[in-house]
């Protein structure tokens, strides 16, 4: 009987320190990532999350360094009014992909945001990045002690975010997605692939004005 | 030169459409590049004649063609083709280059308005000694 007992209560012990290991570490390992997600042809699996509808019929893909000047003059002047005009109508959705090679705080940056994603703010931190970015490049606006005061600004929860950052969890993924860049012939940043409906596909570089997106996207639909 | 540098500064494109914008805050950039290019296409020219035509020293056309460079050298953004182009070849070097002339953008760009300048100032003081018609 005793025994019996003891069996259960070990059973009972291991299922509780089971659930309670799980709910404790579950912040960390909130990421879905769907490996083979793609939009025309590129992978975008290990970039961004969707901002905007999934399943809208054009995507925009945005290769992007979060410290590249033209990618700071595209985000405060045409990305509001195509956010307005297609992404919240649910008429196109964003994807963001590191091309991470201005400076070495770039792919730290990258890095960073990822980490945020970990606890559901990518496109809060992506958005405070590029409010934040200061005119010089790799002049400490972006370095690992910035990256972690902009977390805590967004009240992240910073044991997570610090291990994540200081481990170089999403190194690789930043890595994957600069290739993948490379791959699909980004030579600039901003560079710009937009997938239509039929997977057709428009690619281009430059921070373009407003009136290009609507003019390829209207095409589109 | 200017289209050019606009092109390079990401304020004119050719792709998919000819397309044209100057966002906020780069006005004065742009301002710098109108005003470079203008005096290199003034005193580029003045230096050409005074050495094709008057076989005259090439001392200034120097100066002329390294302020046209310095400045359009400064207008290429580092985010863009050649800046990766750059960064790509050569690696940490590239960057840091690339880094100093995006930082110090306005800055050279004065610095070749400048030398640009002196080199017209010159160049027209000594146009006007060595066209003066002697008298017969």
């Not at chain 1, 045409?78 to 991470?100: C, M, Q, R, S, W």
């Not at chain 2, 200017?2 to 990401?10: M, N, V």
């Not at chain 2, 290199?40 to 390294?66: A, C, D, E, T």
């Amino acid at each position: 009987m005793n025994k019996k007992v003891i069996i259960f209560g070990i059973i009972v012990a291991i299922v509780g320190i089971g659930i309670l290991g799980s709910y404790s570490f579950s912040p960390n390992e909130t990421v879905n990532l769907d490996m083979g997600r793609t939009h025309g042809d590129v992978s975008t699996a290990m970039g961004s999350p969707i901002l905007g509808d999934p399943s809208a019929p054009i995507t925009i893909v945005e290769f992007g360094d979060y410290q590249c000047h033209a990618c700071y003059n595209w985000f405060h002047t045409h990305k509001p009014v195509i956010y307005e005009n297609y992404i919240a109508t649910g008429k196109a959705n964003l994807i963001f992909i590191d091309l991470a090679f201005l400076g070495r705080d770039s792919p730290i940056a990258a890095q960073a945001s990822y980490c945020a994603e970990d606890q559901g703010m990518y496109w809060e931190y992506h958005d405070l990045l590029y409010n934040s970015q200061e005119s010089q490049i790799d002049n400490g606006w972006a370095n690992s002690e910035r990256l972690k005061a902009f977390a805590f600004n967004l009240g992240l929860e910073m044991t997570l975010f610090e291990s994540c950052l200081d481990s170089d969890k999403y190194s690789k993924r930043v890595q994957y997605n600069v290739s993948e860049a490379k791959k699909h012939g980004a030579r600039a940043t901003p560079t710009f692939i937009i997938v239509g409906p039929d997977n057709q596909q428009e690619q281009f570089q430059g921070g373009q004005p407003y009136t290009t997106f609507k003019q390829i996207m209207d095409n589109m639909i | 030169m200017l289209i050019g540098l606009l092109y390079l500064s990401e304020f004119l494109f050719f792709d998919p459409f000819i397309a044209g914008h100057i966002p906020v805050g780069t006005e004065f950039g742009f301002s710098l590049i109108v005003i470079l290019s203008g005096l290199s296409g003034l005193v580029l020219p003045m230096n050409v004649y005074r050495i094709n035509i008057l076989k005259n020293s090439k001392g200034k056309i120097g100066g002329s063609v390294f302020g046209s460079f310095i400045g359009a050298a400064a207008g290429a953004c580092s985010c863009g083709p050649i800046g990766f182009a750059i960064i790509s070849t050569f690696g940490s070097v590239g960057a840091t280059s690339m880094a100093f002339l995006t930082n110090y953008e306005i800055p050279i760009r004065l610095a070749a308005i400048g030398l640009l300048a002196l080199t017209y100032y010159t160049t027209v003081k000594s146009l006007k000694i060595e066209c003066k018609l002697k008298p017969q």
